[in-house]
């Protein structure tokens, strides 16, 4: 019979899910672009998102208060008495096992008995002075000098436990020849460590020495690098306990542990052994401390873990800080913070690492010209695409505010057809929709022939060619109260919508985004959306109209659309030699000369819409004043839907345009 093969399944541990899907970086992208507009810059935004977290995963942020909420515990909890509360016990145990031997002894002479008693009962109160004087008494009870050899194997596996982990619960009950053992790898050790301190070790020593005492070495290290790295990180712990403890704590165990095994050899060992770790690894802390404040003792081996978690916890805050030159979170100790956090703390750092490698590496963010990171052009794409389907949404929610009835008006057929996508004004292919729809019922287990229902994947519409184009300006205001009345993100996220609608649906159009404060400038949407809000004053709009005209004139041939946006009246104008003149209130020239640039661009045709955001009762007329005398729209949007009226209004033009071209109207 042929034995068959087991196989067991478990959790997998070697390091990422490698079936786990790609991280999804739509959530960062818009949360980093967000306060990017908001004027931090990408690397500022990047570590402020991987700081908060998203919506439904903890950040660097909760990750380092569960640090410093551990360390905390760990202070709150213990005391560092432990050995010192053991060893009086088994003191106290033998002297009482004495006393009632000695007056159970008939046989002993008085003056003996009596010598032995006032002995006892003039113990020093010192536990290690008393511990140290009862060295060489002569024991007359069978447990009581069991109790007292068991101090003396304690203290030992104590101070191993300190230099080596798991060495207290590993040498319980041991005999002479396993101290024997321990004492020749501690001998051995010596003297590899100080060979490797001269540079006069090789490999084979190391293999030598891991072939004869590799068991007191669970981690197993590599090399002597890392058996180095592994032994200081403790020793360094156990020297930062000793400090941690009082004055009177540490005079006590530095005299009992003369009585270690019994063998003050093992103390000359183990000072050794802290001298070669000290010289080999000076950069470890070997002078810190910590106060305990608990009421759960430990030994000398459990305190000296405890110190290493805390060790640990401290470098973990460093690298969750992120706040030293070059930081990155593939810098993260994932195997320390799955100790001491847990598994998903781990994996939550791993996603946010994978996360900041992606928006790096994934062409998300590229470094400009001046050596600063910026969104790339692939970023604004996704963002563009995210901000329209938003602004898609709510003007679905708008009634009456689209020409369904004009749909398809636009251009000639070319005899193809697409998929639907939002924007699209050319009429639907039935017969392809119809089969979509049938062929997508049929994959999904139903019947065509008792009825179907349509989805949007299934429209399809017939392609055209556009007999009109149109050339955009977006001009958006850009003074400091935009900033200060939390217009100002929604304003890029505004222009981010439009020109992705603008280069993804009619690309045939032409879109100059131009900005007004104290001066216009006309800038791409990489520089709008990282611009920062400056505390200057100014409303500058005759300039931005100048700019409009400017780019108007470059493009006859086109429909010209001219979209403001404004929450102030015109306080500055551009005079003859280039300088801006500002005024507040707002000066009659600079009226006079915003009024005439307008009335400029309207004898030449142009479709304009004027935004009017707040409730300001002196731009609110003047708006109004203004697209009387240009036959203009006037839109008053709360902030949250200012990128559907601005979008909304494009697409109306558009549709206008196309209508007037064919010589109907509205």
Same mark, same amino acid.
């Given at each position: 019979?042929?034995?068959?093969?087991?196989?067991?399944?478990?959790?997998?541990?070697?390091?990422?899910?490698?079936?786990?899907?790609?991280?999804?970086?739509?959530?960062?992208?818009?949360?980093?672009?967000?306060?990017?507009?908001?004027?931090?810059?990408?690397?500022?935004?990047?570590?402020?998102?991987?700081?908060?977290?998203?919506?439904?995963?903890?950040?660097?942020?909760?990750?380092?208060?569960?640090?410093?909420?551990?360390?905390?515990?760990?202070?709150?909890?213990?005391?560092?008495?432990?050995?010192?509360?053991?060893?009086?016990?088994?003191?106290?145990?033998?002297?009482?096992?004495?006393?009632?031997?000695?007056?159970?002894?008939?046989?002993?002479?008085?003056?003996?008995?009596?010598?032995?008693?006032?002995?006892?009962?003039?113990?020093?109160?010192?536990?290690?002075?008393?511990?140290?004087?009862?060295?060489?008494? @002569? $024991?007359?009870?069978?447990?009581?000098? /069991?109790?007292? =050899?068991?101090?003396?194997?304690?203290? !030992?596996?104590? %101070? &191993?436990?300190?230099?080596?982990?798991?060495?207290?619960?590993?040498?319980?009950?041991?005999?002479?020849?396993?101290?024997?053992?321990?004492?020749?790898?501690?001998?051995?050790?010596?003297?590899?460590?100080?060979?490797?301190?001269?540079?006069?070790?090789?490999?084979?020593?190391?293999?030598?020495?891991?072939?004869?005492?590799?068991?007191?070495?669970?981690?197993?290290?590599?090399?002597?690098?890392?058996?180095?790295?592994?032994?200081?990180?403790?020793?360094?712990?156990?020297?930062?306990?000793?400090?941690?403890?009082?004055?009177?704590?540490?005079?006590?165990?530095?005299?009992?542990?003369?009585?270690?095994?019994?063998?003050?050899?093992?103390?000359?060992?183990?000072?050794?052994?802290?001298?070669?770790?000290?010289?080999?690894?000076?950069?470890? @802390? $070997?002078?810190?401390?910590?106060?305990? /404040?608990?009421? =759960?003792?430990?030994?000398?081996?459990? !305190?000296?873990? %405890? &110190?290493?978690?805390?060790?640990?916890?401290?470098?973990?805050?460093?690298?969750?800080?992120?706040?030293?030159?070059?930081?990155?979170?593939?810098?993260?100790?994932?195997?320390?913070?799955?100790?001491?956090?847990?598994?998903?703390?781990?994996?939550?750092?791993?996603?946010?690492?994978?996360?900041?490698?992606?928006?790096?590496?994934?062409?998300?963010?590229?470094?400009?010209?001046?050596?600063?990171?910026?969104?790339?052009?692939?970023?604004?794409?996704?963002?563009?695409?995210?901000?329209?389907?938003?602004?898609?949404?709510?003007?679905?929610?708008?009634?009456?505010?689209?020409?369904?009835?004009?749909?398809?008006?636009?251009?000639?057929?070319?005899?193809?057809?697409?998929?639907?996508?939002?924007?699209?004004?050319?009429?639907?292919?039935?017969?392809?929709?119809?089969?979509?729809?049938?062929?997508?019922?049929?994959?999904?287990?139903?019947?065509?022939?008792?009825?179907?229902? &349509?989805?949007?994947?299934?429209?399809?519409?017939?392609?055209?060619?556009?007999?009109?184009?149109?050339?955009?300006?977006?001009?958006?205001?850009?003074?400091?109260?935009?900033?200060?009345?939390?217009?100002?993100?929604?304003?890029?996220?505004?222009?981010?919508?439009?020109?992705?609608?603008?280069?993804?649906?009619?690309?045939?159009?032409?879109?100059?985004?131009?900005?007004?404060?104290?001066?216009?400038?006309?800038?791409?949407?990489?520089?709008?959306?990282?611009?920062?809000?400056?505390?200057?004053?100014?409303?500058?709009?005759?300039?931005?109209?100048?700019?409009?005209?400017?780019?108007?004139?470059?493009?006859?041939?086109?429909?010209?659309?001219?979209?403001?946006?404004?929450?102030?009246?015109?306080?500055?104008?551009?005079?003859?030699?280039?300088?801006?003149?500002?005024?507040?209130?707002?000066?009659?020239?600079?009226?006079?000369?915003?009024?005439?640039?307008?009335?400029? &661009?309207?004898?030449?045709?142009?479709?304009?819409?004027?935004?009017?955001?707040?409730?300001?009762?002196?731009?609110?007329?003047?708006?109004?004043?203004?697209?009387?005398?240009?036959?203009?729209?006037?839109?008053?949007?709360?902030?949250?839907?200012?990128?559907?009226?601005?979008?909304?209004?494009?697409?109306?033009?558009?549709?206008?345009?196309?209508?007037?071209?064919?010589?109907?109207?509205?």
């Amino acid at each position: 019979m042929v034995p068959h093969n087991r196989a067991r399944y478990g959790r997998y541990a070697g390091g990422p899910d490698p079936l786990a899907p790609p991280v999804d970086l739509a959530e960062a992208l818009e949360a980093v672009a967000e306060d990017v507009m908001a004027g931090y810059t990408p690397r500022h935004a990047l570590q402020e998102y991987l700081r908060r977290g998203g919506r439904d995963r903890e950040g660097l942020d909760d990750l380092a208060r569960r640090v410093q909420q551990r360390r905390r515990d760990l202070l709150g909890r213990h005391r560092l008495d432990g050995t010192l509360n053991e060893v009086r016990k088994l003191l106290d145990t033998a002297v009482l096992e004495e006393r009632k031997q000695l007056a159970r002894d008939a046989m002993m002479d008085n003056m003996d008995r009596a010598f032995r008693e006032m002995q006892l009962q003039n113990l020093p109160a010192s536990t290690a002075a008393a511990v140290n004087e009862l060295a060489s008494y @002569d $024991w007359q009870s069978g447990a009581a000098r /069991e109790a007292y =050899e068991r101090i003396k194997d304690l203290l !030992g596996r104590e %101070v &191993l436990d300190q230099r080596f982990a798991g060495m207290k619960q590993a040498l319980e009950g041991a005999t002479d020849q396993d101290r024997e053992a321990v004492s020749a790898m501690l001998q051995d050790l010596n003297e590899l460590l100080g060979k490797h301190r001269r540079g006069e070790d090789t490999n084979a020593d190391f293999q030598e020495f891991m072939a004869r005492h590799g068991q007191f070495f669970p981690e197993n290290p590599r090399s002597v690098e890392e058996l180095v790295d592994a032994l200081a990180k403790r020793a360094a712990a156990a020297q930062r306990l000793l400090q941690s403890m009082s004055a009177e704590q540490r005079d006590e165990l530095m005299r009992l542990s003369a009585q270690a095994f019994g063998s003050p050899e093992l103390m000359a060992q183990l000072d050794q052994l802290d001298d070669t770790l000290r010289a080999l690894r000076p950069g470890e @802390d $070997w002078s810190g401390s910590e106060r305990f /404040e608990g009421q =759960e003792g430990l030994g000398l081996g459990d !305190g000296t873990g %405890v &110190l290493q978690d805390i060790g640990e916890l401290d470098a973990l805050a460093e690298q969750l800080s992120q706040s030293y030159s070059g930081s990155r979170l593939d810098d993260l100790d994932l195997e320390a913070l799955a100790r001491q956090l847990g598994q998903d703390a781990a994996v939550t750092a791993r996603t946010l690492a994978e996360i900041e490698r992606a928006m790096h590496d994934g062409g998300y963010l590229r470094r400009g010209a001046d050596g600063d990171l910026r969104l790339s052009p692939q970023a604004m794409r996704r963002l563009g695409k995210s901000l329209l389907r938003d602004t898609a949404r709510q003007l679905s929610g708008r009634q009456g505010r689209r020409e369904t009835r004009t749909a398809g008006a636009a251009g000639d057929q070319t005899g193809s057809s697409r998929q639907w996508e939002f924007g699209d004004a050319e009429p639907w292919d039935v017969t392809r929709t119809m089969t979509n729809a049938i062929r997508r019922t049929v994959a999904e287990g139903g019947d065509p022939g008792r009825g179907f229902r &349509l989805g949007v994947d299934d429209i399809e519409v017939t392609e055209t060619e556009a007999r009109t184009q149109a050339a955009v300006v977006l001009l958006v205001d850009v003074s400091f109260s935009m900033a200060a009345e939390g217009r100002w993100v929604p304003m890029k996220r505004t222009a981010l919508a439009l020109h992705h609608l603008v280069s993804t649906k009619f690309r045939g159009d032409r879109l100059q985004l131009v900005t007004f404060g104290r001066y216009a400038q006309s800038m791409d949407i990489g520089q709008l959306t990282a611009l920062p809000a400056l505390r200057e004053q100014g409303t500058n709009l005759h300039h931005g109209l100048l700019l409009a005209g400017r780019f108007f004139r470059k493009h006859p041939s086109m429909q010209h659309v001219l979209l403001v946006v404004t929450d102030g009246e015109p306080t500055a104008h551009l005079l003859p030699d280039g300088e801006s003149w500002f005024c507040w209130p707002p000066d009659r020239e600079t009226i006079r000369a915003t009024v005439t640039e307008l009335d400029r &661009l309207g004898r030449s045709g142009v479709q304009a819409t004027f935004f009017r955001l707040g409730n300001d009762p002196g731009l609110e007329r003047f708006v109004q004043r203004m697209a009387r005398r240009i036959d203009a729209r006037v839109v008053a949007p709360d902030v949250g839907g200012l990128g559907a009226a601005v979008v909304g209004e494009y697409l109306r033009a558009h549709v206008r345009s196309s209508y007037d071209d064919a010589g109907w109207a509205l």
